[in-house]
């Protein structure tokens, strides 16, 4: 019994995993991966484990692209945060030097 995919279902794969990498092409990688299923043998346990994998693929890239997102937000957010302390010891300074 061999659990070795050929060319054509590892390229088929490689696919998948390429347009896994971006979140808006999903369904597309979803739609190919079903074609790359279409081309296994009736072999259900080859079948469960990539369905299993192909599943934990998509949730871990969306996690990175969610924790992505979140450290953007949160680099906007400490430059914004530096921005206003610099401004605000320059508007002490002022001040000082007025009085």
Known sequence: MSHSLNET???LLQECLTMAQNL???ADADRR???????LSDDAA???VLEALWK???AA??????WEQISDVE????????NNHFQLKQN???LLQEQ
């Open 9 to 11: 279902q590892l390229q």
């Open 24 to 26: 808006g092409s999903h």
């Open 33 to 39: 991966f079903l074609d790359l299923e279409e081309t």
């Open 46 to 48: 080859t079948i469960a």
């Open 56 to 58: 934990e693929v998509l």
């Open 61 to 66: 890239r969306r996690s990175a692209t969610y």
């Open 75 to 82: 680099r906007s957010l400490t430059e914004n945060l530096a």
């Open 92 to 94: 002490y300074l002022r």
